[in-house]
């Protein structure tokens, strides 16, 4: 009874190992099908989606904060996928999408470099040298994106529980140790673990919705939402008394909060909702 | 290139980042000019303060009082009700009689006041004719941010253009105030046809959400109440009595909040329970309306379908409810209503009573107070705020917030008499702006239009310091010599145009600026350049400022410009609606502009 997150390098055997782990424990395998639910459930496009976890923010992303919303939207939807437990999940950047989640096993799986080319030549039939390079282009993509969205280091180990390296160690051996360690009693979630993880889908999923507000914090206790939002900015473009200023202040605020709950009480299993929000602010 | 030069591009790109950024606010942006720009020796310490004794801000500070005196006495009230009258059934008549006037108010006043007036009115008429109120409030908004460009003194960038028009140290021939009108008008024109032809395209068919208000939303908690209904009793019938010997209150938990008594043809807001209801009276009553429909009919008394006699009476801005609290010191504690003659004392009529877990509304005159019972009241707004404003302690606290606000309408007639005043003034005797409408300002508060205090609180002292903090910035810009460098840079970079065509890249860079940063900076930033750039193309310089001016306030993209910021969740506007109908509005605007320019003033 575990969520399992594996984080593999390119060309390292990674989806093999996910699909064996998940066949001998019968848990459910996932991948990009998680980008697929997101897309349809948001109504973005799913290449944006899977763009938005491959390439590294472009200098204009990174300043309107455009991927962390597609990121938002791929989150909603994992979690709303393990709140069921019994996971494989083996898309891109689950050990940092579910950082925050208790009991998911964050596996790394490596292979040596010679075995990745081998693996690249046989995929794709080209020389050693494109495929040195090919596999050290997307180490890097992946690197970069990991430092501008999550503000880590790929290969910093204490992001994961276990790390498997290929090579010395065959597929099967890895499959040993991953099933071993996913069935101690660290990774056996509990009633409240999946509790926890039932709020943490319900915030995700209502993160996910306002993300064009901006949340600075969404959280979630047994379906009571609170959520805190920046004070939305009013354009001053014209002189105005400064009642008329607080009056309009007020109607902002009331319509704001007014808007955000509107909204989220459609999300399923939402009882009630909190919303903390500073009066607006003339920019 | 000069060292001041050099200085003045870096004060200028410091002061567009701040804008850029919003790390501090606009006004904030201004007092760090008037300071910062004397420190490092850009401008004289005179210079530097001038901004605040300039004709733009003593203008802009008469005005917003004046606009307070007008708001004070409800003028524009009287206006709002017969214009939505005279819309009639049709949705494109009353957008368009709306906007006209929303606009035409905008002119002299702040132009979220007179959107803030026509908000509610629009949002009954429209429920009541089943029309989107979406049809409506966009039109409404962007009229009113044109209405800021009929006069000089309708929107803040306009109203600086006579402190920034110096060019080669010489200053240039002043604007009037209504050197602009036609121009202004046929943008107003433009803007309704605009709405009246493409409107159903452009704008949503959404019905927005209700501003219902404080009184509409304690009706709503409190289940015993559905709305205040008018009741006619009958010439027909034969006298009917005292209130309290009809027992209303008691019988159908029903409070008579109004009486108008038809032979003496006055109304009492606040009944007495010894005041006698004769035949051919009128009562307005708030209860449940089954309760208020068995009241007519055992008493044989009429419910009409909306309020008539008291219409104007018991209107959103004169009268409604509000709930208060029995304070820990308060002198009602122990004391029944009915023992201290509470409507006689306070002027409000009881409705509910809230004390422990009980809601009562009938017999609650004779039920002993209690610290923490709460009393929902309703009367006339300016009853409450003298209630609020009782010196320590109050017998009552309020936990909801009033609506209304106390005026004197019995001043209306002196409020546009000194708006006349200071008009005549500038348009027959040529007086100053700033003097002409200071004395109109000064009149208002002499005859008692509103007092000194409500005058200094009515100043927007965010606009005050903006525009004096900026002007200094504009000063040195021209100064320096920077806004003719840099005017010769771009000159070279676009060539030669028609003075036409200069006018139509101005309007162009004012309204992209005017989205990025304040319009008020832009105005500041591109006036001195434009100017150059006219007189470099061998175009008319003030023209050319005209042009900035006008444009800074082509502003409709921008769900968080103020009014459409007032408009958005009423109208159930999405911002993808304003990038819509404000795109076309953007691009009308700077060709109506343009076109009027070219036209009126002969610029080809």
């Given at each position: 009874m575990a969520i399992i997150t594996i984080s593999r390098g390119c060309f390292s055997h990674g989806k093999e190992i996910a699909q064996k782990v998940a066949a001998r424990l019968n848990y459910e395998c996932i991948s990009n099908r998680i980008l697929l639910e997101a897309s349809r459930y948001f109504n973005v496009p799913e290449k944006q989606l899977l763009k938005s976890l491959h390439d590294p923010p472009s200098i204009f992303e990174r300043l309107t904060h455009g991927k962390e919303t597609f990121i938002a939207y791929i989150r909603a939807a994992l979690l709303e996928h393990i709140k069921n437990d019994n996971v494989v999940y083996h898309g891109y950047a689950g050990h940092l999408l579910l950082?925050?989640?208790?009991c998911v096993l964050k596996v790394r799986v490596l292979a040596r470099m010679e075995e990745r080319i081998r693996m690249v030549r046989h995929i794709k039939g080209v020389s050693a040298q494109e495929a040195t390079g090919l596999i050290q282009e997307e180490d890097r993509q992946r690197s970069q994106w990991t430092k501008a969205?999550?503000?880590?280091?790929?290969?910093?180990?204490?992001?994961?529980d276990v790390v498997v390296q290929i090579g010395a160690l065959t597929i099967e051996d890895a499959c040993d140790i991953i099933c071993h360690a996913a069935q101690s009693t660290a990774y056996r979630t509990s009633e409240a673990d999946r509790r926890h993880i039932g709020d943490l889908a319900i915030a995700g999923h209502v993160k996910a919705l306002l993300q064009s507000y901006n949340p600075a914090e969404v959280t979630s206790d047994g379906g009571n939402v609170h959520i805190v939002l920046p004070p939305r900015k009013i354009k001053k473009a014209d002189f105005l008394t400064p009642r008329a200023a607080a009056h309009l202040k007020e109607r902002v605020h009331g319509d704001l909060i007014q808007e955000v709950v509107d909204l989220v009480?459609?999300?399923?299993?939402?009882k009630q909702v909190v919303c903390d929000i500073e009066m607006p602010r003339y920019s | 290139m000069t060292p001041e030069m050099v200085l003045t591009m870096i004060v200028l790109l410091f002061a567009v980042v701040l804008f850029v950024f919003e790390w501090v606010r606009v006004d904030v942006v201004g007092i760090i000019m008037m300071v910062l720009l004397p420190l490092i020796g850009l401008v004289s310490a005179r210079e530097a303060f001038s901004g605040l004794s300039s004709n733009a801000v003593c203008s802009i500070i008469a005005v917003i009082i004046i606009g307070a005196g007008l708001d004070k006495t409800g003028v524009m009230n009287h206006v709002a009700r017969p214009i939505i009258r005279l819309g009639g059934r049709s949705e494109r008549r009353v957008m368009a009689l709306v906007a006209a006037t929303v606009g035409t108010i905008s002119s002299m006043m702040q132009n979220i006041g007179a959107a803030a007036l026509f908000l509610p009115a629009v949002q009954r008429i429209s429920k009541r004719m089943g029309i989107p109120v979406s049809r409506i409030l966009m039109p409404m908004g962007f009229c009113a941010i044109i209405g800021?460009?009929?006069?000089?003194?309708?929107a803040s960038p306009t109203i600086l253009l006579n402190d920034l028009m110096n060019l080669g140290g010489k200053k240039l021939e002043p604007f009037g105030l209504f050197t602009q009108t036609p121009i202004g008008l046929c943008l107003l024109a433009s803007a309704i046809l605009y709405f009246v032809i493409m409107g159903k395209f452009v704008l949503p068919a959404g019905s927005g959400?209700?501003?219902?208000g404080v009184t509409a939303s304690l009706m709503e908690l409190y289940h015993g109440l559905d709305n205040i209904f008018e009741l006619h009793i009958p010439v027909s019938q034969t006298e009917a009595g005292t209130l309290q010997e009809l027992q209303i209150r008691e019988k159908y938990?029903?409070?008579?909040?109004a009486l108008h008594n038809s032979a003496k043809k006055d109304k009492h807001f606040?009944?007495?329970?010894?005041d006698k209801i004769m035949p051919g009276d009128n009562i307005a009553v708030v209860g449940r309306e089954k309760n208020i429909r068995k009241l007519a009919e055992e008493m044989g008394w009429l419910v009409k379908p909306a309020l008539d006699e008291f219409a104007e009476g018991l209107s959103r801005t004169n009268a409604g409810m509000a709930e208060t609290i029995v304070t820990p010191?308060?002198?009602?504690?122990?004391?029944t209503m009915a023992e201290i003659k509470f409507k006689t004392l306070y002027g409000v009529n009881p409705v509910g009573l809230f004390k422990g877990n009980r809601l009562y509304?009938?017999?609650?005159?004779?039920i002993r107070l209690q610290m923490g019972d709460t009393l929902l009241l309703q009367g006339p707004w300016e009853r409450f705020h003298i209630l609020k404003e009782r010196?320590?302690?109050?017998a009552l606290s309020f936990a909801t917030p009033l609506e209304g606000e106390i005026m004197r309408p019995q001043k209306a007639k002196l409020a546009v008499f000194w708006l006349a005043v200071a008009l005549t003034q500038i348009i027959f005797?040529?007086?100053?702006l700033a003097v002409a409408l200071m004395s109109g300002a000064l009149g208002m508060i002499i005859t008692g239009v509103l007092s000194i205090d409500e005058a200094y609180r009515s100043v927007d002292w965010m606009t005050v310091f903006l525009l004096a903090g900026l002007i200094p910035l504009g000063i040195a810009f021209e100064k320096t010599g920077t806004a003719g460098f840099i005017a010769h840079g771009v000159l070279a970079l676009i060539g030669e145009p028609s003075p036409l065509m200069l006018l139509a890249v101005i309007g162009v860079m004012t309204s992209f600026f005017t989205l990025v940063i304040s319009n008020v900076g832009a105005t500041v930033l591109l006036v001195p350049l434009c100017m150059n750039m006219a007189v470099m193309a061998g175009g008319d310089p003030r023209m050319a400022a005209l042009v900035v001016g006008l444009s800074a306030?082509?502003?409709?993209?921008?769900?968080?410009h103020q009014v459409n910021a007032l408009v958005m969740r009423p109208g159930g506007y999405r911002t993808m609606d304003y990038a819509k109908a404000g795109g076309i509005m953007t691009i009308l605007f700077l060709a109506v502009e343009l076109g009027a320019i070219s036209l009126l003033f002969g610029v080809r």
């Open positions: 950082a925050d989640v208790p969205i999550y503000k880590e280091d790929i290969s910093y180990s204490p992001l994961y009480r459609k999300v399923p299993d939402v | 800021g460009t009929i006069t000089l003194v309708g959400d209700d501003d219902k938990l029903v409070t008579v909040v606040v009944p007495r329970s010894t010191r308060s002198e009602l504690i122990g004391k509304y009938g017999g609650l005159t004779r010196p320590q302690p109050r005797f040529k007086v100053s306030s082509n502003t409709f993209l921008l769900p968080t």
